[in-house]
């Protein structure tokens, strides 16, 4: 094995990788083991025994984080004149049509989350190719195709975060930052394994959450006792 990092070294004396650790004592390691100069994001992987290939094994949805993820949320919403003004109400930081699928045709997506109506949905498909990969089409299964532009706005910049199993069967959602409280953090991080625990497809068999791992951003990996977090 190579010669540790400083801090590599540091992370080795505080967390032990062999142990698995209740989801209140991985929330304040996650805390401890953050020395980088910003404040980090601190996300949670969840591996599912699930086979995503499959249909009726997606797992996608969306959870309402009780303390926020602690980010300045960017959103803009494409509609018709109509509800312009309710998305402007609703604190949206963009809001247009035409103009704005221009820009994203030309390259521009300096935005977190996209919200828009039904009306207009076939003119923001046609730019599927700029956004799916980027994880920015919106679904109305994760509430960003919906009438009521004004309450999707809100309850995003409230913390509202969507998720979706990617090809492996993890899961990835933030849950927070390294200045919130541990307590904030293990509240957050609860709420999305409760709401992955009520999506369970009824075709998956066996064990269901296989692994649970909260990190920072570029901190190491804490192994999560799975009874600790979904009793």
Known sequence: MGQLTKNQKAYAEKVDVDKVYSLAEATALVKECSNVKFDATVDIA?????????????????????????????????????????????????????EYIDKIKGGWTDIDVIITTPQVMGKVGALGRVLGPRGLMPNPKSGTVTMEVGKAVQDVKAGKIDFKVDKYGIIHASVGKVSFDAKQLEENAAEVL????????????????????????????????????TA
């Not at 025994?49 to 303390?67: C, E, F, W, Y």
């Not at 998956?204 to 799975?226: E, F, R």
């Open 46 to 98: 969840v591996r599912l025994g699930i086979d995503p290939r499959k249909a009726n094994q997606m797992v996608r949805g969306t959870v309402s984080l009780p303390h926020g993820t602690g980010k300045s949320v960017r959103v803009l919403v494409l509609c018709n004149p109509d509800k312009e003004q309710e998305a402007k109400d609703a604190g949206a930081d963009f809001v247009g049509l035409d």
């Open 194 to 229: 409760s709401t992955l625990m009520r999506l369970k497809p009824s075709a998956a068999k066996g064990t269901y959450m296989l692994s649970i791992a909260l990190s920072s951003t570029m901190g190491p990996g804490i192994k999560v006792d799975q009874k600790s977090a």
